[in-house]
Every structure is written in structure tokens, then in C-alpha cells.
T-cell receptor, first 111, second 112 residues
Framework: GEDVEQSLFLSVREGDSSVINCTYT??????LYWYKQEPGAGLQLLTY?????DMKQDQRLTVLLNKKDKHLSLRIADTQTGDSAIYFC???????????FGSGTRLSIRP | DVKVTQSSRYLVKRTGEKVFLECVQD?????MFWYRQDPGLGLRLIYF???????EKGDIPEGYSVSREKKERFSLILESASTNQTSMYLC???????????FGEGSRLTVL
């Protein structure tokens, strides 16, 4: 079945780069997404990548897509305390109506 | 900006009570969704609707029903709340172009 997997926790030092990884199973996904959830709030789209792309960069964010290994990563450069949040990987899946979410990675920042 | 409003941020209900969670969007999106979020499990789809009066079951519809009488409003109903329905409930709408979901702030339900 369709599945998206990611590790539950990541701790990085302020100023370092954070890399959050995700694997997915459905090779027919059109889009893959990264959502951010700050404490007490709903999810907000951080960035997305179309399935025919390998990389997308947006300021401090870099998304890498390896379609062969079905692996997606999100790199946050110069991580700041405001980046503390839960990050969800998601894919469109085989049904146009559904988006499949991973379990979320909680990013914590050490001083 | 897209606005998705969930009427209740926090609710406490007793086992067996009927619970209504309301969601209103202002962007004229056809697709609306109800997810529940539990630690370590991510988001799980309960129901979605792609048009007025149309609904489809998601992955975990048991114990829930939905209503979509108007395009802008999508309600989640717990006919008889149980303690295992204690959770965060998230409503979302979806744009057709990139498939981006727009979420409400969430409704945290506690069933005692």
C-alpha cells in the first residue's frame, strides 16, 4: 500500500544545517510536499517538488528528490530557533483526492 | 490569503455525547478534508468531500460521519464519542493546481 516514512526526532545545533529525510512507496506521485507545523497550529506548506525534478531551492531550503530510491529530503541551512517545529513529508499518492502524510519529524534546536 | 476556520479550538466531551466539529473556508475550493493527528501516527484521513453533498470515506471513517450542505462548510460528526477519539482534528481544503492543502488551526478534542 501507500506509505510515507520519516524519523520522529532530529536535534541540531543553532546555525548548523538540518536534514530531514523521507521515503515513500508510490512511484506515481505527481507532487511531493514538505509541511511545517508550529506548536498549537495547523500545518502550513513549506515547499513542494514536482516529480520530474531532482532538486528545488528556495532561500534556506533545499529539497532533493531521488526517484530511483523513492527518497525525499529537506535541508534547512543555518537553522534558527524559529525553525523548531514538526515537519511532515507528503505525497499525492495514486488517488487524486488523497495526500499521504508521514508521521512527522520533530526538529529541536540546541543553543 | 486562504482562510480555513475551525469553530472550536478546544473541546471536552463525555463518552456517548454527540460532537460536531465545524469547518468553514473562504476560497471556493471544491475539495475539503478531515484528518486526525496523533503523536507518532502523523495525519490520518477520516473523510473528504469533493463537492456539495458528496463525501468519500478516508482511511479511518469508523465512528465518524460528515456533512457538506454548502460548499464552504464541512462538518465532522461523532455520533457517540468514545475515549479513543481523543485527538487533534484538522480540517483542510485543497487547490487544484499543485494539490496544496490549506489547514485550519485544529480542534483538540478530549473525551472523558
Amino acid at each position: 500500500g501507500e506509505d510515507v516514512e520519516q524519523s520522529l526526532f532530529l536535534s541540531v545545533r543553532e546555525g548548523d544545517s538540518s536534514v530531514i529525510n523521507c521515503t515513500y512507496t508510490d512511484s506515481s506521485s505527481t507532487y511531493l510536499y514538505w509541511y511545517k507545523q508550529e506548536p498549537g497550529a495547523g500545518l502550513q506548506l513549506l515547499t513542494y517538488i514536482f516529480s520530474n525534478m531532482d532538486m528545488k531551492q528556495d532561500q534556506r531550503l533545499t529539497v532533493l528528490l531521488n526517484k530511483k530510491d523513492k527518497h525525499l529530503s529537506l535541508r534547512i541551512a543555518d537553522t534558527q530557533t524559529g525553525d523548531s517545529a514538526i515537519y511532515f513529508c507528503a505525497e499525492t499518492g495514486s488517488s487524486a483526492s488523497k495526500i499521504i502524510f508521514g508521521s512527522g519529524t520533530r526538529l529541536s534546536i540546541r543553543p | 490569503d486562504v482562510k480555513v476556520t475551525q469553530s472550536s479550538r478546544y473541546l471536552v466531551k463525555r463518552t456517548g455525547e454527540k460532537v460536531f466539529l465545524e469547518c468553514v473556508q473562504d476560497m471556493d475550493h471544491e475539495n475539503m478534508f478531515w484528518y486526525r493527528q496523533d503523536p507518532g501516527l502523523g495525519l490520518r484521513l477520516i473523510y473528504f468531500s469533493y463537492d456539495v453533498k458528496m463525501k468519500e470515506k478516508g482511511d479511518i471513517p469508523e465512528g465518524y460521519s460528515v456533512s457538506r450542505e454548502k460548499k464552504e462548510r464541512f462538518s465532522l460528526i461523532l455520533e457517540s464519542a468514545s475515549t479513543n477519539q481523543t485527538s487533534m482534528y484538522l480540517c483542510a481544503t485543497r487547490t487544484g493546481s499543485t494539490g496544496e492543502l490549506f489547514f485550519g488551526e485544529g480542534s483538540r478534542l478530549t473525551v472523558l
